[in-house]
């Protein structure tokens, strides 16, 4: 069984630039989450779909961050326009149904904003 | 809201010891609780969660975790510590079905030769 897939692996840009990563999880699993994970800290939830609804987006700073889950399978989160403190990575899980289910993470994107 | 907390930063453990990664929550109603580690330069993986049923949890790697509804506590075990289980440890609960899902801070174990 594949992984989960995130791209790009590394993205460097400049603040106020716009960036966007790309996630494709699991074959079959029907949630999936977008977390960030600041270096040295807990990964911290941006957004969960359940399909392609959006079951919460309460932590995502919605000024700057937006995110798509089209069809319920791929899924892409943007940043527009980005900030020093965006500076983090960025992971992808998806789960097969609910809450009780493990999550399996991607590798992660790691974004670097100068 | 659901937070979770891991009191130690850094654990030391010397190999062939037993060792002990705390982890303490607070949730609204039943708790959903999940152990995972990250290993440098790669994702979290899975190591063992508390849904429900017996209080004591075995998972990967030999580890296992008791799940104490009392003192609000999910503490993460092992027998018998390998250096290769340094690595970072993040403790994660939720409820209502995976909304609000709430990573710690992480600890991170090291594992002394």
């Known amino acids: 069984e594949a992984g989960v897939a995130q791209s790009p692996r590394y993205k460097i840009i400049e603040k106020r630039q716009s960036v966007a990563f790309w996630c494709n999880p699991i074959?079959?699993?029907?949630?999936l989450y977008w977390y960030q994970q600041i270096l040295g800290q807990g990964p911290k939830l941006l957004i969960q779909f359940q399909n392609n609804g959006v079951v919460d987006d309460s932590q995502l700073p919605k000024d700057r961050f937006s995110a798509e889950r089209l069809k319920g399978v791929d899924s892409t989160l943007k940043i527009q326009p980005a900030k020093l403190e965006d500076s983090a990575v960025y992971l992808c899980?998806?789960?097969?149904?609910?809450?009780?289910?493990?999550?399996?993470f991607g590798p992660g994107t790691r974004l670097t904003v100068l | 809201a659901q937070s979770v907390a891991q009191p130690e930063d850094q654990v030391n453990v010397a190999e062939g010891n037993p060792l002990t990664v705390k982890c303490t929550y607070s949730?609204?109603?039943?708790?959903?609780l999940f152990w995972y580690v990250q290993y440098p330069n790669r994702g979290l993986q899975f190591l063992l969660k508390y849904i429900t049923g017996d209080n004591l949890v075995k998972g990967s790697y030999g580890f296992e975790a008791e799940f104490n509804k009392s003192q609000t506590s999910f503490h993460l075990k092992k027998p018998s510590a390998l250096v290769s289980d340094s690595a970072l440890y993040f403790c994660?609960?939720?409820?209502?079905?995976?909304?609000?899902?709430?990573f710690g801070p992480g600890t991170r174990l090291s594992v002394l030769p």
């Open positions: 074959s079959g699993h029907a949630t």
């Open positions: 899980a998806s789960v097969r149904a609910g809450g009780s289910d493990t999550q399996y």
């Open positions: 994660a609960v939720t409820h209502n079905y995976g909304q609000n899902f709430v």
């Open positions: 949730v609204s109603g039943n708790p959903y």
